[in-house]
C-alpha cells in the first residue's frame, strides 16, 4: 500500500496542513519553515520516534498526524478490513498527548441504520429482538446466537445489499485493530537516512539498521536451505545439551563433563545451610545471532579500513548503495511472489524510504546519479519521500512531487504549495519538456525568491552581469533560460501554480527590418505571455526590440552571447538609463 495523502495537526511548526502525496515526493523550502517537521510528522505516525512535550505547537495538548493509504494488496485488504472503504484505501489517525500517550484510531464506513452498526452487536443478539431484522436470513438458525453471529450477519447483509445501505464515514470510538499498542511496522518498511549520520549505524548486523534488516533475510535463507548451516546447528546443539543435567528428554545426562558435576556440588555444600542447590543450565546460542553479532563491514578503496574510517562522501554514497540493493531485492521478491492464504493482520509488504538532505557530501554530478537512482526506486512500488536544498535532486517534468514549504507566520505556521493536477496536455507538454535540454539548471527556480523568465543565451548572460555593474544583483534571482519568446508562457503557467514571484522579460521584435507579418507574430508571442501572467504573482518588462539592441549592439552579429558579453565589458560601455532601471526593476 503506498500513502495518498497526510494530515497534520499541531505538530512542532505546523498548525495544521494537508498534504497529496506521490510515490516521489520531494520538499524544498527555506531553511527554518518545516521541511524537517514534516518527515518527522511521517516518522512518528510509523513510530520510529517518540513525541515529546516541545513537539507540541504552541502549547497544544494534542496533536495527529492522519494518513489515507491506497494501492492495498490483497494482504493490506485482509489485515486492515474493518477500516477498507468502498474505493479501496484506508485511513488511520495517530494521536499523541501531552505527557506521553498516543494511540491510532481508523475510520470506518458505519452504516446509517443503528441495526447494522458492528457497535452495536451485543444488544441485538437475542433471539427475540434479532428475528425483526432484515439480516436475520443470515444468522444461525438455532442455538444461542452471539455477539459474533450478529457481526458476521450484519457484514453479509451489507455485502448483499451493494449501494442500498448508507453510511457515514467517521472515526472509531475503540483502538485501531482493537489493539491498545500497534505494533510497529505493520503499515510497512521505514528506512530513514538523517542529513548527519554515521554510516556505521546503517551498515552494522543489527536487525535495526538498514544493512541489518537486508543481512539477517540472507541468514534467515541460509539457516533454512543449506545443509551445511542445518548439521552445524545440530552438531551445536548437541554439544551444548552434553552440559546440562538433564538432556532434551527430560533424562539424567550420563555424558556430562565431571568437572561441571564437582563445581555444582561444591557450590550446593556451600549452600546446604539454606536448603538450596545449584543447577548450572547452558542454554545453546542462536547460530543465526551468532553471525549477526560477529559481523563487520570493510571497505577497501586502496587501504582497507573499516568504513567509520571513510571520508563522509563514501560513506554516503555506501548508504545509497545499501538503499539501492534493497530496492532490487524487494522487486526480485515480488517478480517471483506467489498468491497464497493471507493469514490476518500481517505487516504490510509496503516499503518507505525517508531521506532528510540526501545530497549532503555528494558532489553535483553524483548528486544527478543519485536522483535518478532515487526515481527508479520509486518506480518500483516504493515511496520515496525526501527534503532537499539541492536543484540536481529536483526534475521541473515531476513537478506533481515537488512540495514547497514555507512558513510566513508562527501563527498560523508551515504551510504547503503543491501541484497535482496537469498544467500542460499535447503540444505544450512536448514543448515543455523539450526546453529541459535547453536549461536543464531550471529546476533552480523552486528555490527562487524571484524568477526572471527570458527567451535565450543572450539574455541570461547579460542580465545578471548589468546588475552587476549596477550593484544590485541578487543571489536569490534566478534566470532562466525558457528556450524561445514561446515557451515563457508555459513557465508562467508553472510557476502562478507554485505561487513563485517571477518576471517575464521580453523583447518586443520590433526591429526595422521587419516586415508587418513579423511584427505581427511578434505581437501574438507577446500578447500569449501576458494574458498568461497573474498580475498577483508575476509581472513583465519589455526590451524595446531586443536586448542586444537596448545594449547598443550591431544587429545580426554572430556568437551573440559571447559578442554581447564583450560588448558590455568593453572600456567606455555605458548602459542606458533606461535600461538600467528595467534590470534595477527586475532585482528591486
Known sequence: MKIESVAISNWRSIKYLEIAFQDLM????????????????LLFFFGEI??????????????????I???????????????????????VRKFAYVGGNFEYRGYIQNPVEEWLRESNATTLSKREVAESLPFYPFLPATGRLTKQDIIDAQAKYIEQNPGGVAFNFEIEETNFLGLKSVAKGIFGDVYFIPAVKDATDDFSSKEASAFGKLYSGIIESMSANSPDWKDTKAKLSSLFSTLNRLNGDGEDNPHRPQELVNFEKALSAELNAWGAEIDVEVIPPNID???RANTQVWINDGVRTDIRRKGHGLQRALT???????????????AKAVPEQVAPRTASASTYFILEEPELYLHPQAQRALFDSLVSLSESKNQVIMCTHASALIDVERYKSICIV??????VGTQVCQCTEDIFTGDKRKDFNLSYWINPDRSELFFAKRVLLVEGPTDKTLIPLLAKQLGVFRFDHTVVDCGSKDNIPLYCQLLNKFSIPYIAVYDKDHQAAKGDDGKASADKSSALIEAAIDKGIGASIVFLNDIEEEVGMIA????KPFVALTHIAAPGFTISVDLAAKIALMYQ
Open 26 to 41: 520531494i520538499f524544498i523550502g527555506q531553511n527554518n519553515h518545516g521541511k524537517s517537521n514534516v518527515l518527522s510528522a
Open 50 to 67: 517518540k513525541p515529546q512535550d516541545l513537539d507540541f505547537n504552541r502549547g497544544a495538548q494534542e496533536l495527529f498526524v492522519e494518513i
Open 69 to 91: 493509504f491506497g494501492d492495498l494488496d490483497q494482504t493490506d485488504k485482509t489485515t486492515f478490513k474493518k477500516y477498507l472503504t468502498a474505493d479501496g484505501s484506508i485511513r
Open 289 to 291: 545471532d551468532v553471525f
Open 320 to 334: 545509497f548503495a545499501l538503499i539501492k540493493v534493497i530496492s532490487d531485492n524487494l522487486k526480485a521478491e515480488r
Open 406 to 411: 514555507k512558513k510566513d507566520s508562527d501563527v
Open 556 to 559: 545580426g552579429e554572430k556568437n
